[in-house]
T-cell receptor, first 113, second 112 residues
């Protein structure tokens, strides 16, 4: 039972490069989320999805794009990476919205130099 | 809009001592309150959740939290700390859009 799997676990990018983070869940959850975690700031919601084919902006969406073409996958893209995007990124999923338990992946540590 | 304040970025207790991690939310009563735990180099996992059914909520690993409306608090406690409790703990509340608003986290350090 894999739960929520994030790929890759670590990545170093140069400023201006692009990349895609992949999140896959095998629990048939409707809702999926991308957060970033920075020291002393807790988790901040980047984008989320309430079902296949839907996406919505969270608290800090600038510089990121997402897609949910399949129910089990939620992709986070950085088109032109900036040092301010150095962070740990977490994907999560839940059966419904924020009133239900969120299941998290193990995180992706991204460094932009 | 909802906000969450966790008092103390680091809390240090001795093994066997009481654990108390503080969480205060903004004045409007949130629909749901949560505590999550993050062990080193791992994702977060749910400790417990308040849903208005009872003010004292019991979670996993011996943790519990009490909802106090008059104090706008949802503090997390455990009677006796264990070395395995060393982790970072996050309080979260759901807002009117049913998104989670997170506290900054409290790192719990257990002294042998």
């Amino acid at each position: 039972n894999a739960g929520v799997t994030q790929t890759p676990k670590f990545r170093v990018l140069k400023t201006g490069q692009s990349m895609t983070l992949l999140c896959a869940q095998d629990m048939n959850h409707e809702y999926m989320y991308w957060y970033r975690q920075d020291p002393g700031m807790g988790l901040r919601l980047i984008h989320y999805s309430v079902g296949e084919g839907t996406t919505a902006k969270g608290e800090v969406p600038d510089g990121y794009n997402v897609s949910r073409l399949k129910k089990q996958n939620f992709l986070l893209g950085l088109e032109s990476a900036a040092p301010s995007q150095t962070s740990v990124y977490f994907c999560a999923s839940s059966i419904q919205g924020a009133d239900t338990e969120a299941f998290f992946g193990q995180g992706t540590r991204l460094t932009v130099v | 809009a909802q906000s969450v304040t966790q008092l103390g970025s680091h809390v240090s207790v001795s093994e066997g001592a009481l654990v108390l991690l503080r969480c205060n939310y903004s004045s409007s009563v949130p629909p749901y309150l949560f505590w999550y735990v993050q062990y080193p180099n791992q994702g977060l996992q749910l400790l417990l959740k308040y849903t208005s059914a009872a003010t004292l909520v019991k979670g996993i690993n011996g943790f519990e939290a009490e909802f106090k409306k008059s104090e706008t608090s949802f503090h997390l406690t455990k009677p006796s700390a264990h070395m395995s409790d060393a982790a970072e703990y996050f309080c979260a509340v759901s807002d009117s859009n049913y998104q989670l608003i997170w506290g900054a986290g409290t790192k719990l350090i257990i002294k042998p």
